[in-house]
């Protein structure tokens, strides 16, 4: 146990971390947080997944995979979609990068 363990502080992007590029690992991580918004606001409502699919305009199987995190399966322009449709309010705020 006299090993030191080295700690890499991470970039708050957790995309980029593991690898991606900039550009999708930015996306990804918009993408991710939409789907745990929308989740979570589902999770809340009580109602059950085939209600809730159907007032987001989605099929059952298809909302089962965002609520699995599917990500790959969701653009973000569909997901903006989803959450309004779900009553959110979805903002983008751009700064310059630190």
Do not use: C, H, W
């Not at 589902?42 to 987001?56: E, P, V």
């Amino acid at each position: 146990m006299s090993e030191r363990l080295k700690i890499t502080r991470g970039s708050g992007n957790i995309f980029r971390d593991i690898g991606f590029n900039a550009e999708e690992a930015e996306n990804l991580k918009l993408r991710a947080d939409l789907m745990m918004r929308i989740e979570d606001s589902y999770r809340k409502s009580g109602a059950t997944q085939a209600a809730t699919a159907k007032a987001l305009g989605l099929t059952t199987p298809r909302f089962n995979a965002l609520l699995k995190g599917k990500i790959g399966l969701f653009s973000l322009d569909a997901l903006v979609n989803i959450a309004v449709r779900a009553g959110m309010s979805v903002e983008l705020r751009v700064k310059k990068a630190a």
